[in-house]
Every structure is written in structure tokens, then in C-alpha cells.
T-cell receptor, first 109, second 115 residues
């Protein structure tokens, strides 16, 4: 199963951009890269996903390396409400998402 | 409002007393699944369902049962709960199996304690 590696935690200042890295060196050619986040005391929520090209939506941007072995979730202007655990996830052979421990993002006012 | 609902949100029970956690979605999603979340272990899938009457085991199915008799409902059944099933449980749904473009929608969670 393809796995991902993320830092355990990161800190950022409010209203500054945040770059959350993810390594997935065993990714296969057809695996999509998904990002979810989990705010305190809530269920996970979808953030963004991509295959090869960089992706943008109202929440974030996803930058995918040319060799697809790593990706970066970009929050352009972090707010206190963005404090959460961010999960970088790949799909396994059975189309299921394999969740790791994620990165706990701490936003400092 | 599109949502996944779970009931109850909190449950304390004793070992061996059968319980059911309900899950319902109002988005006409085909795919539904159950996860448990334990500290330091992330989310682990218990069971999933591709459609009505189609269910399959996830990574940690032991001690759990599910059924999918209607498209909108996917209850999780613990026939004889044990303390190691104390956990935070999430139900999720998506338009189709999460192979490519389909995001999963998660419920608010059910915190279960088995004493």
C-alpha cells in the first residue's frame, strides 16, 4: 500500500501562508493525492485532491512535484480557524484511503 | 443541508451489552463506511459498503457488524462490546468509491466508552 510521511506538527503565524509538506515516494501512477483536515472535536473534512497538476480551490492550493513523490498543501493566509490536523492520503489497491497520523497545524495569533 | 448524521454522539456501556450506532446520509451517496479513531493511530476503516446490500471488511472489522438495507442508512453493530472497542467512531459517505474525484463527507463522530 502506498504510504505518506508528514511532519508531526507545524506552527505558523496568523495571516501568513502555510506550506504543509507530504512525502509519498511509493505512489503509483494512478493514485490521487487527497488532503483532509480535522478540526478539534469534529469529523474530518475534505480540503483538496490532485493527480499531476497543481490544483486550487477556495480552501487551499495543492502543489505536486513533477515526479509525484511529494506534494505541498498551501494555505495562502492562515487564520485561527485553520488550526487542525491535516492528513495527506493516498488510495490503496482497493480504492480505500489510507490515513496516517497527519500534521497538527498550530496557528499563533 | 447535505450531511451525515450519527447517533448517539456519546455512549457509555458495559462489556457484552449489544449496541447499535446509526448513520444516515441525505446526499443519495452510494458509498458509505465506518472508521474508528484512536490516539496516535489515525483513522482506521472498519467496514465499507459500495451500495445497498453490498458490504465488505476494512482494516479492523473484528467485533463489528454492519448492514446496508437502505441507501441512506449504514448502522454499525457491536454484538458484544469489549473495552478495546472504546474509541471515537466516524461514519462517512461519498458519491462513489473514493477512487478518484469523490470526496468523503464525515459525520460528527460517536464517542464510545465500554467499561
Amino acid at each position: 500500500d502506498a504510504k505518506t510521511t508528514q511532519p508531526n506538527s507545524m506552527e505558523s503565524n496568523e495571516e501568513e501562508p502555510v506550506h504543509l509538506p507530504c512525502n509519498h515516494s511509493t505512489i503509483s501512477g494512478t493514485d490521487y493525492i487527497h488532503w483532509y483536515r480535522q478540526l478539534p472535536s469534529q469529523g474530518p473534512e475534505y480540503v483538496i485532491h490532485g493527480l499531476t497538476s497543481n490544483v486550487n480551490n477556495r480552501m487551499a492550493s495543492l502543489a505536486i512535484a513533477e515526479d509525484r513523490k511529494s506534494s505541498t498543501l498551501i494555505l495562502h493566509r492562515a487564520t485561527l480557524r485553520d488550526a487542525a490536523v491535516y492528513y495527506c492520503i493516498l488510495r490503496d489497491l482497493h480504492y480505500q484511503l489510507i490515513w496516517g497520523a497527519g500534521t497538527k497545524l498550530i496557528i499563533k495569533p | 443541508e447535505a450531511q451525515v448524521t450519527q447517533n448517539p454522539r456519546y455512549l457509555i456501556t458495559v462489556t457484552g451489552k449489544k449496541l447499535t450506532v446509526t448513520c444516515s446520509q441525505n446526499m443519495n451517496h452510494e458509498y458509505m463506511s465506518w472508521y474508528r479513531q484512536d490516539p496516535g493511530l489515525g483513522l482506521r476503516q472498519i467496514y465499507y459498503s459500495m451500495n445497498v446490500e453490498v458490504t465488505d471488511k476494512g482494516d479492523v472489522p473484528e467485533g463489528y457488524k454492519v448492514s446496508r438495507k437502505e441507501k441512506r442508512n449504514f448502522p454499525l453493530i457491536l454484538e458484544s462490546p469489549s473495552p478495546n472497542q472504546t474509541s471515537l467512531y466516524f461514519c462517512a459517505s461519498s458519491l462513489a468509491p473514493v477512487a478518484e474525484d469523490y470526496e468523503q463527507y464525515f459525520g460528527p463522530g460517536t464517542r464510545l466508552t465500554v467499561t
